[in-house]
């Protein structure tokens, strides 16, 4: 379960990854077509188990609010000394995103699944091949916050080139930004 992100917003995360891979930083690189903030990581979920998954994200969808999210950092989990995944996100922690993130998750935990307690906006732009130099710093995206109104229900595939996801169903909140 995830947001997605608008086209500008992409191509300027593509751009500042594009960037970081410059300086020679050892990774798996996401493409970016692949970009999105977690919400929910689910895990394996049975196609059987993909209906009640879709009607509580449809249940808990009206009580939802849009929120916007600033991608202005590059950061590294678990920390820029030691990489193992390279992200861009807002610099400082968006209190709403973590309450997008629990309201959902509080949705999902009737129907068994657990969770990471942590819900830290970030679009994963690449993971380290083995160990690695700490994170060269780079200029992270300009681009404004990233309008969040709506969710996306993915089923992800691993691959060679790295996973690839495929989106199942488009849910909008309650309410809607303003422009």
Not at 37 to 48: E, I
Not at 161 to 176: D, H, K, M, P
């Amino acid at each position: 379960m995830a947001a997605d992100l608008d086209a500008p917003t992409r191509a300027a995360c593509a751009h500042a990854a594009e960037r970081l891979r410059a300086t020679g930083w050892p990774g798996r690189w996401t493409s970016p077509e692949s970009y999105h903030l977690t919400v929910a990581f689910l895990g394996g979920v049975d196609d059987a188990r993909v209906p009640n998954v879709l009607a509580a994200l449809h249940d808990v969808a009206p009580r939802l609010h849009p929120l916007r999210v600033p991608l202005d950092a590059l950061g590294a989990y678990p920390n820029l000394h030691r990489p193992r995944i390279a992200w861009i996100g807002p610099a400082i922690p968006v209190a709403a995103f973590g309450a997008l993130c629990d309201t959902v998750r509080y949705a999902l935990a009737p129907l068994g699944f657990t969770f990471d307690p942590h819900a830290d906006a970030h679009v994963t732009v690449a993971r380290a091949d083995g160990p690695t130099r700490p994170l060269p710093l780079v200029q992270p995206p300009r681009t404004p916050p990233l309008a969040v109104d709506a969710l996306t229900l993915y089923e992800s595939f691993t691959e060679r080139a790295g996973a690839r996801y495929v989106a199942l169903e488009r849910i909008s909140f309650g309410t809607q930004l303003r422009k």
